[in-house]
């Protein structure tokens, strides 16, 4: 089976920046689109950003827009998540996903996860 593991995690100051990434072990990595959720503490899993199979379509959800940027390395078999401007409700465990839905934002339709990063934002 395909094994995703985030890395880059940890506590930053509100306004700091951190890059997460997601190695993937699997022969067919480079056909998965790529997705990165998150969940906070009594709240559910929410979408965080996607990229498709070839890196050239992105789409991130509202709360993140203009301060994440998705990323994918196909050679190296890794995803980033740039992550600027951290505000304190940024904090969660972040969690990367694979699917071959195309450009899918829904939880259900992604087949292989990680076990997730803390990512905590102090104020």
């Known amino acids: 089976q395909v094994q995703l593991r985030e890395s880059g995690g940890g506590l930053v100051q509100a306004g700091g920046s951190l890059r997460l990434s997601c190695a993937a072990s699997?022969?067919?990595?480079?056909?998965?689109?790529m997705g990165w959720f998150r969940q906070a503490p009594g709240k559910e899993r929410e979408f965080v950003a996607v990229?498709?199979?070839?890196?050239?379509?992105?789409y991130y959800a509202d709360s993140v827009k203009g301060r994440f940027t998705i990323s994918r390395d196909n050679v190296e078999n890794t995803m980033y998540l740039q992550m600027n401007s951290l505000k304190p409700e940024d904090t969660a465990v972040y969690s990367c996903?694979?699917?071959?839905?195309?450009?899918?934002?829904?939880?259900?339709?992604?087949?292989?996860w990680g076990q997730g990063t803390q990512v905590t934002v102090s104020s």
């Open positions: 699997g022969r067919t990595f480079s056909r998965y689109e």
């Open positions: 990229i498709s199979w070839s890196g050239v379509s992105t």
């Open positions: 996903a694979a699917t071959f839905r195309a450009m899918s934002r829904n939880v259900r339709e992604y087949e292989y």
